[in-house]
């Protein structure tokens, strides 16, 4: 394999943070609330999946585009990136933490669905979706993190597979005006409700307000599974993690408030909520490891934590120093004190 400069350039890395600037809001979060060593590379994983998504989006979800992020895909595996910031940036980080490519490749997978508007009989096979867009990012960015256990990374998957849920519950109206629909269909025809029908001419009814409920359900279910894992993680990420976990969920809790119609309105959490939510994400630094960190991985997600499970551990250290771990909350706590006190005066 050829032999890659050890760490990303400040010009590759530059580029993948333009590229994301204003258009990823879960970069901006993992910018604001973990530490340096774990954002750096985050900005490569997140520029990847961007232009992945833009890729085959532009090609209408065409073989050819996945053909040719798999060869790019092939190729940065290779140690011999395409041309480009975000192929070399990309490569550095697949290497340095030993990410299985079944992750990335998932994620391909699932973005191909999307563009094909693929549709979901049940729960087993949207979860199979989430899986692949949002569990697969999750498995990745722990390992970002230097933690590669099967609990750790099942955990996870469980945390992305949650928020995709609350996603889909959000943007039910947003996705049926696009002529798509992630509700389960056989949730919608227990209710009387005929998809093709009701994707027509989109409304909220009492029915649909209970098939949101259900899938908003699941989401909940997901997140008390994700808990546990939380203190596998390192300290510095914990308290970002437990953030991600709170303000999703909130994004659920807003949908009820609205009467579970995210047809007529898209649910939101306001700044100052969405701040007391982030700040409620320290509490994740107290948890201790309990008996649900051995659940096994959702049967969705199976392939992933294996994936990781038997892939080589990367050959360098990623922990930090004391030092650094110190410096890292001393910041934290800075940026959310300003960030809490524009919210309260906005």
């Known amino acids: 394999m050829p032999h890659l400069p050890p760490e990303i350039s400040p010009e590759d890395l530059a580029a993948c943070q333009a590229l994301l600037a204003g258009g990823s809001k879960s970069f901006r979060a993992a910018q604001l609330l973990l530490p340096r060593r774990v954002a750096a590379p985050a900005a490569a994983l997140y520029a990847f999946c961007r232009i992945a998504d833009d890729e085959i989006d532009l090609a209408e979800g065409g073989a050819g585009a996945l053909a040719r992020l798999a060869a790019r895909l092939d190729d940065a595996y290779a140690g011999r990136p395409q041309s480009g910031p975000v192929d070399r940036a990309f490569a550095h980080v697949a290497a340095r933490f030993a990410i299985?490519?079944?992750?990335?490749?998932?994620?391909?997978?699932?973005?191909?669905?999307?563009?094909?508007?693929?549709?979901?009989?049940?729960?087993?096979?949207?979860?199979?979706?989430?899986?692949?867009?949002?569990?697969?990012?999750?498995?990745?960015?722990?390992?970002?993190?230097?933690?590669?256990?099967a609990p750790a990374?099942?955990?996870?998957?469980?945390?992305?597979?949650?928020?995709?849920?609350?996603?889909?519950?959000?943007?039910?109206?947003?996705?049926?005006?696009?002529?798509?629909?992630?509700?389960?269909?056989?949730?919608?025809?227990?209710?009387?409700?005929?998809p093709e029908v009701w994707l027509a001419a989109p409304r909220f009814t009492p029915a649909i307000g209970r098939v949101v409920a259900r899938l908003l359900a699941a989401a909940d279910a997901c997140y008390a599974r994700s808990e546990a894992g939380i203190p596998l993680l390192p300290r510095d990420c914990r308290a970002g993690i437990g953030a991600a976990r709170f303000v999703y969920a909130g994004i659920g809790r807003a949908v009820e408030r609205q009467g579970l119609d995210s047809i007529a309105a898209r649910a939101w959490v306001p700044g100052r909520r969405k701040a007391w939510l982030m700040l409620s994400g320290l509490r994740a630094l107290a948890w201790?490891?309990?008996?649900g960190a051995a659940l096994p991985p959702l049967p969705a997600t199976r392939f992933l934590v294996e994936a990781v499970?038997?892939?080589p551990a990367p050959s360098e250290a990623t922990?930090?120093?004391?030092?650094?771990?110190?410096?890292?909350?001393?910041?934290?706590?800075?940026?959310?004190?300003?960030m809490d006190r524009r919210t309260a005066t906005g």
């Open 100 to 149: 299985p490519r079944a992750l990335p490749g998932a994620l391909l997978e699932g973005l191909a669905w999307d563009a094909e508007g693929r549709r979901y009989e049940d729960l087993p096979a949207l979860e199979a979706y989430c899986a692949r867009v949002a569990a697969a990012v999750g498995a990745m960015m722990t390992l970002l993190m230097g933690v590669r256990d």
């Open 153 to 194: 990374i099942a955990r996870a998957c469980d945390l992305g597979v949650g928020m995709q849920l609350t996603n889909i519950a959000r943007d039910v109206g947003e996705d049926a005006r696009n002529g798509r629909i992630y509700l389960p269909l056989s949730w919608l025809r227990e209710e009387g409700v005929e």
């Open 319 to 338: 922990s930090q120093g004391l030092g650094e771990r110190i410096a890292w909350a001393a910041d934290l706590l800075a940026r959310l004190d300003g």
């Open 309 to 311: 499970a038997n892939a």
């Open 288 to 291: 201790r490891v309990g008996e």
